[in-house]
């Protein structure tokens, strides 16, 4: 039977150590090799003070292992790393695959690091986290943990700096916490990978998160051009039917007095129920204003407890029905170079591909 995989001879993969985590980076740079050859080859015999002491050779190489060890550390940045825009998602071993790939290893493998600086796909990434922290949060390996905190971090510190959308940030921690504090008090330490205290120390840097964001001033943004208050009634009542949430309805209607006159608007929440809700829905949930008439928005925020609605997101994972892989869609290099963002041997790629939700995604690693 021929061997599959790598050649064992061979001497593997070189990783390093960052703050997302253990990363396989490609081979030493050619100036460290060349400052460790020719520190190499200076005698092995070093005089020291008076003492005269003499290194090994087994001293000088593991001070040569020390200093590459050193220079990866403090030049961890500018090192290539391998971030895959693609999986390959199997559920079961195969003769040319061994393994199946966990809901762990995707969420280390596929680059959200860098899916977070997207606007199109921040949210998209912060409501999987969150589905993450009410359910699947034990399920992820010690690695995967590590590198959700890691990525939550960078969420945070963005949040911070551009006052992006942080009443999202603040469900997202509202849950994990509660999803914490449940697994440490009732359920027990057994079920958490790690020291308890690591995780209890993980709990008190998500209140300190929770607490800088509910000190966050909006920064006041000074122009002079126009602005959204100078804008025809008819384009301000338009931008807020284009909103598929009822809250961003609210926070924008507390802008201006206009703005908030149009959030009134019964036929705008009207539009937003339809959207979001079935007839049926609505019957079992009739609420009444005192005029005798629906209470649009009474009606949306109460039957936003009982049924989901519907998600809108910039841009997703898609999943290829063909190929089984999840990958990252590039639109731009789709349209400019026809890239399907994976290797695809379809014969027409696009009917092949579908958007996965959060969801969805969680839902492809329960076996």
């Known amino acids: 039977m021929p061997f599959l995989g790598q050649d064992w001879r061979s001497p593997g993969w070189r990783w390093i150590k960052t703050e997302d985590g253990w990363k396989r980076c490609e081979p030493c740079s050619s100036e460290l090799e060349d400052e460790n050859n020719k520190l190499n080859n200076i005698s092995h015999t070093i005089i020291l003070n008076d003492d005269e002491d003499i290194y090994s050779a087994e001293d000088c190489e593991f001070a040569s292992k020390k200093r590459k060890k050193d220079h990866f550390r403090n030049n961890a940045k500018s090192q290539c790393f391998y971030r895959e825009k693609w999986i390959y998602v199997h559920k079961e071993s195969t003769k040319e695959r061994h393994g199946y790939c966990t809901l762990g290893e995707a969420f280390n493998r596929l680059d959200f690091s860098s899916a977070i600086q997207d606007i199109r796909r921040f949210n998209y990434v912060v409501k999987l986290l969150q589905l ?17 905190f890691n990525i939550l971090d960078k969420i945070v510190r963005k949040v911070l700096e551009d006052q992006y959308n942080p009443r999202l940030i603040k469900d997202l921690l509202q849950d994990l916490s509660s999803t914490l504090c449940n697994l440490i008090r009732s359920v027990g330490k057994s079920v958490l990978v790690g020291n308890i205290d690591i995780w209890i120390c993980r709990l008190e840097t998500i209140l300190l998160w929770q607490q800088q964001l509910s000190n966050l001033q909006m920064t006041k943004q000074v122009n002079n051009g126009l602005t959204l208050s100078d804008l025809p009634l008819h384009m301000l009542n338009n931008i807020l039917y284009r909103f598929s949430d009822g809250w961003d309805i609210i926070t924008l209607g507390q802008v201006t007095p206009t703005l908030y006159m149009l959030s009134e608007d019964r036929q705008l929440w009207k539009k937003l129920c339809q959207y979001h809700f079935t007839e049926k829905q609505f019957c079992r949930h009739l609420i009444l204003s005192e005029k005798g008439l629906i209470d649009w928005k009474v009606m949306y925020f109460a ?65």
């Not at 993450?132 to 959700?148: D, E, V």
């Not at 609605?309 to 892989?325: N, V």
């Not at 696009?350 to 969680?362: A, K, L």
């Open 132 to 148: 993450i922290a009410k359910s699947q949060l034990t399920s992820l390996s010690g690695a995967a943990q590590k590198n959700y």
């Open 303 to 367: 039957l936003q407890k009982y049924y989901p609605i519907k998600e809108q997101y910039g841009d997703t994972l898609h999943f290829c029905r063909h190929c089984s892989i999840l990958f990252w869609k590039d639109y731009h290099l789709a349209l400019l170079l026809k890239d399907t963002g994976h290797p695809c041997t379809a014969n027409d790629p696009d009917s092949c591909f579908m958007p996965v939700s959060p969801q969805h995604f969680i839902d492809l690693f329960k076996f």
